[in-house]
């Protein structure tokens, strides 16, 4: 069969499948392999009506049970889980009880389609865990890093990874000390893919963490909510270069009530959003319950825009928000409660129950619980 014909057909076939007949033969795994076949296959799937799947992976779900959940969600048949398909990848309740003992790696964060394992909560007393891996859910692949031998009682983590023609090119892993009072510095290691070893670095700073939020990736920036009030981004390409770590402000109509009224971290969302920072607050002011969307225009300044400021009246119970809808402009914000996970279209107004299946969204869904965004690619990335 000449090649031409075979890539008409390989294009259209599951990655999944794909996969497997690279074993065939030498010829077979050159071509599927080629970068040109990724961006063709890539550029197929972009033209279909079917828009990519996604998951609200929690920062809790641990290594096994999140690499069972991709097994059991991706189909071999190549069928699509739906149409913008949203899924949840939690935990059973039960886990929950003495969890800072049971979860030694779970999902620390996620970067171009990888997922980064590790310590969510690092007692270094007494789990004596400093491990990170870095895996492609998808293929299977992945990169076991070596333990950091800097001792952190709290610890943030971060990462970040470049990517080209579907294939890591390097990467970057950040453990960022977390203070609840001004110390003075901060303290943190950044494991470099060029280096292979980490390397520890003190900056004097008054800034401190605030609670364990998960990192916001723009680019190749970091962003952690270190304060009610504020945003910290961090390069980790450029640690010694100026401003590598600068504050960005929160945005607010009135910043003396802002402070008054204490918004709990548990109901805003901080969030990357096709290219921009987003932030989202739900409130309950008065009877009504409100919520209030900014996106920042100019990175470089700070400014940020107030996008959407709607009621939502068909909810009567202080929500808290999840995650932007990852395809959609602008309208659709997900929220959950003690009931069910919900969506929100605040250019229509329209409340839709999404899951109400779970017994108790409490138990399932604490408030404090951080998730990541995980779209599942239409090319996996390949870790060389």
């Known amino acids: 069969m000449p090649e031409w014909m075979l890539m008409e057909v390989f294009v259209r076939l599951p990655f999944k499948v794909l996969f497997k007949f690279k074993t065939v033969s030498k010829r077979w795994c050159s071509m599927i392999s080629c970068p040109s076949f990724a961006r063709m296959y890539v550029d197929r799937i972009s033209r279909s009506p079917h828009s990519q799947d996604w998951i609200l992976v929690s920062s809790f779900a641990d290594k096994v049970m999140t690499e069972q959940f991709f097994q059991r969600k991706l189909p071999l048949d ?171 402000s929160l945005p607010s109509d009135d910043v003396a009530s802002y402070r008054l009224r204490k918004i709990e971290l548990d109901h805003v969302l901080f969030d990357e959003h096709q290219g921009h920072l987003r932030y989202a607050e739900v409130k309950l002011d008065g009877q009504q319950i409100k919520l209030s969307i900014w996106e920042l225009k100019d990175y470089d300044s700070g400014r940020w825009c107030l996008q959407h400021r709607v009621s939502i009246d068909e909810l009567n119970i202080l929500s808290v928000p999840l995650s932007f809808h990852p395809f959609d402009s602008n309208n659709i914000v997900y929220l959950i409660n003690y009931k069910a996970l919900l969506s929100f279209d605040v250019e229509t107004r329209e409340l839709k129950v999404v899951d109400d299946s779970r017994e108790n969204y409490i138990d399932q869904l604490p408030y404090g619980m951080s998730y990541f965004s995980f779209v599942i690619p239409p090319w996996p990335v390949f870790i060389s």
């Open 78 to 248: 190549g069928c699509s889980l739906g149409i913008n398909c949203l899924d949840l990848l939690t935990l059973p309740c039960d886990q929950f009880h003495g969890f800072e003992s049971s979860f030694d790696h779970v999902v620390v964060g996620i970067s171009n389609g990888l997922l980064l394992y590790g310590p969510r909560l690092e007692v270094a007393k007494r789990l004596q865990i400093y491990s990170y891996e870095i895996c492609n859910p998808i293929t299977g692949q992945r990169i076991i890093l070596p333990p950091s031998d800097s001792c952190f009682e709290f610890v943030a983590t971060g990462f970040v990874t470049q990517v080209e023609d579907n294939v890591l090119q390097s990467y970057r892993v950040v453990r960022i000390e977390v203070h609840h009072a001004n110390s003075g510095f901060i303290r943190f290691d950044v494991y470099s893919s060029e280096i292979r070893e980490w390397e520890y670095f003190r900056i004097y700073s008054r800034i401190c963490f605030y609670k364990w939020k998960n990192p916001v990736v723009l680019g190749k920036i970091l962003h952690w909510m270190v304060t009610r009030h504020s945003v910290m981004s961090f390069d980790p390409y450029n640690i010694n270069k100026p401003h590598s770590i600068r504050l960005i």
